[in-house]
C-alpha cells in the first residue's frame, strides 16, 4: 500500500460540483492499494499516518503528533500511486482491483476513525477535484513495504 500524506491548512474534493469531504488542519491522504496488498497492510499504513509526528511544537520543531495537533483526515483512493511508467504510456495492472481495493480502503478509514480522527473521504473509482492549501510544505511518502 502507498500513500501520499500532505500536511494541509485545508482540504477539499468535489465530486460533480458538489463538495464531498472537506477539512481544516490536518492531512490530505492520497491512498493506493497494490494488488498484493492484505489487512496487514491496511492495518501497518493507518497506524503509520495516524501516528505521524510532522506538526509543529512550541520550538517549532516537527514533533507533534496528528492527534495532539487535532488534525483531521482527508483520505482519497488513488490507483495512480502504482503506475509502471517503463513506457510513456503508464500501466496500472499492479493497482487492486476494486473488489480487493475497495475493503482496504474502508478499512485504513475505519481505522484511522477508530482512533478518534474526523476523516472524510473522496469516492472510489469517481472523478474527483481535490483542492488542498499545503502547510509547509510537508509531504511524506509511504509505501508499507518500506515500513
Not at 492531512?27 to 510532522?54: M, S, Y
Not at 520543531?61 to 488534525?71: H, L, R
Not at 483520505?75 to 495492472?93: E, H, Y
Not at 473509482?125 to 481535490?130: K, N, P, R, T
Request: aromatic share 6%; with cysteine; charged share 25%.
Amino acid at each position: 500500500m502507498r500513500a501520499v500524506v500532505t500536511r494541509v491548512k485545508n482540504a477539499s474534493v468535489v465530486i460533480d460540483g458538489e463538495t464531498k469531504g472537506a477539512i481544516g488542519t490536518g492531512f490530505l491522504v492520497l491512498l493506493g492499494v497494490h494488488q498484493d496488498d492484505t489487512q496487514a497492510q491496511a492495518l501497518k499504513i493507518a497506524d503509520k499516518i495516524c501516528g505521524l509526528r510532522v506538526f509543529e511544537d512550541a520550538q517549532g520543531k516537527m514533533n507533534v503528533n496528528p492527534s495532539d495537533a487535532g488534525a483531521e483526515l482527508l483520505i482519497i483512493s488513488q490507483f495512480t500511486l502504482f503506475a509502471d511508467c517503463k513506457s510513456r504510456r503508464p500501466g496500472f495492472s499492479l493497482a487492486a482491483r476494486p473488489e480487493t481495493a475497495v475493503p482496504l480502503y474502508k478499512l485504513v478509514i475505519e481505522e484511522c476513525r477508530k482512533r478518534g480522527f474526523k476523516v472524510e473521504t473522496g469516492e472510489f473509482g469517481a472523478d474527483m477535484q481535490v483542492f488542498s492549501q499545503n502547510d509547509g510544505p510537508v509531504t511524506i511518502l509511504l509505501d508499507t513495504n518500506e515500513l
